[in-house]
């Protein structure tokens, strides 16, 4: 009966490491990823009010076409 009771403490030990190491990795992806995540979100729900999404991200280099939105698509 002990040895029962032991592996059942063994498993929950072994499922809170796995947990705790899974939301160590999402607060380190939300922390690189936060800001353009963030921003993407925003400038999408601009376009669906019928705005222009044109919050740039940091880093894009891709400003040649410049910003675009819902009303631009038929275009």
Known sequence: M?????????GMTEYIIIVALIAIAAIAVYSIFGDTVRTQVGNMSKEL??????????????????????DDFSN
């Open 2 to 10: 002990r040895n029962h009771l032991k592996q059942l403490g063994q």
């Open 49 to 70: 009010a019928g705005q222009k999404g044109n919050d740039k991200v940091k880093g894009n280099v891709d400003d040649a076409t410049g910003p675009k939105g819902l």
